[in-house]
């Protein structure tokens, strides 16, 4: 092929002109610009990590009495930091009382599960008087959440409730379970205020220093491997509690999922009973969100403590009161070999091991007029 241009001739093989044809259109191909896909890269990390940020982020509690919170129904006080605490009266009336006791709900529960008081027979309540009350514990029930709340705060809110319904100098205190586990926290902080303590099947906290490595590791390698990681998530990465027992990838704790795998033979026996005795009022429990009550309970219980149960001092060297410890041997949620040893490092305190039991036990007949009676007057 010829070409003329300014007056001369040259002359373009076919194959040049194809190459030619073939640069041309290269260099009109699209071109990504320099550095986009680093510039995509940290869009899409950005997204990842703004949706795991809120995937973390538990919901704002729906307190009782706010706008769009449920109504208040409970008798409540008003604590010092403007919480509101409620609370519900069992027994005697208050005034005529001999013994006034303090009960501690467990975990998932509120004010309406106390067990002692709603079994305890009229005929130990009226020959003794005995006056209880229970509350919701904070972000239970009615009561209000407690962003701070710590392992010393509970026992300060149960004095200052004491103190609000003028129970006087000294009161009793019972928990169970969770509710259990603050009783150490009472014996720690307000052990001037207490007459006697009773704790019954009380979580124990499996990083306590004083707990020997080998027999935590291996009452710890007892539980299921789901509750493993919740008590792990709660301890290590308190931050990720919400999202982990939310997220539906793995299973969380069987005590929130209501699993009955969890539960002894004996447990199980007194399962419709209970079932019976809180559905009244089993919607009220977490009313209120489920952060700021179960979550922050796993956290505060697994939590790093500052202070170990095993280095109490007795709080009654005079023998004016005692403190109980009540487990059932068979109990699948809090091994016994941990609280054995336990009561085996506290000789002050008086140890029930009840043989073929569950963690339920309070709820067998007659069970809380043997705690009762063993708290109040002694009898064995």
């Not at 027999?215 to 299921?224: G, N």
């Not at 309970?297 to 170990?308: K, P, Q, V």
Request: net charge neutral; with cysteine.
């Amino acid at each position: 092929m010829a070409v003329r241009g300014r007056g001369v001739n040259r002359k373009i093989s076919a194959a040049s002109a194809r190459a030619h044809t073939r640069r041309a259109k290269q260099n009109t191909s699209f071109k990504l610009p320099s550095g986009i896909f680093t510039k995509i890269l940290l869009v899409l990390s950005a997204g990842i990590l703004g949706w795991a940020y809120q995937a973390i982020q538990p919901p704002l509690p729906k307190t009782c009495g706010s706008p769009d919170g449920p109504p208040v129904t409970a008798s409540r006080i008003k604590l010092k930091d403007g919480r509101h605490f409620a609370y519900k009266e069992h027994g005697v009336p208050r005034d005529a009382a001999k013994y006034k006791i303090v009960y501690v709900h467990g975990i998932d529960s509120c004010r309406h599960d106390a067990v002692v008081a709603n079994t305890l027979s009229p005929e130990i309540v009226e020959a003794l008087g005995v006056y209880i009350v229970s509350f919701d514990r904070p972000g239970y029930g009615e009561s209000d959440p407690n962003p701070k709340r710590t392992v010393q705060s509970l026992p300060l809110d149960i004095e200052e409730l004491a103190d609000q319904l003028g129970l006087g100098s000294k009161f009793y205190v019972i928990g169970f379970s969770m509710g259990g586990q603050v009783i150490w926290s009472c014996l720690k902080y307000i052990p001037h205020r207490l007459a006697g303590a009773a704790l019954l099947a009380p979580v124990v906290n499996y990083w306590w220093p004083d707990l020997p490595t080998n027999l935590s590791t291996e009452a710890y390698s007892q539980l299921f491997p789901r509750d493993q990681w919740a008590y792990r998530v709660s301890h290590y990465a308190p931050w990720l509690t919400y999202w982990w027992n939310t997220q539906k990838w793995f299973p969380s704790s069987s005590v929130l999922a209501h699993s009955t795998d969890i539960l002894s033979s004996e447990d199980k026996k007194l399962l419709p009973e209970i079932i019976s005795s809180n559905r009244n009022h089993r919607a009220i429990v977490r009313q209120q969100g489920e952060y700021e009550s179960l979550h922050r309970d796993l956290i505060i219980g697994f939590e790093t403590w500052e202070f170990s149960p095993m280095d109490l001092d007795n709080p009654f060297p005079n023998n004016e009161g005692s403190v109980h410890l009540w487990h059932g041997d068979e109990d699948m949620l809090v091994p016994v070999s941990l609280q054995r040893y336990i009561a085996q490092k506290l000789p002050w305190i008086q140890y029930h091991e009840l043989p073929g039991a569950g963690h339920m036990f309070p709820h067998a007949p007659g069970m809380s007029d043997n705690i009762v009676k063993a708290l109040l007057v002694g009898e064995k």
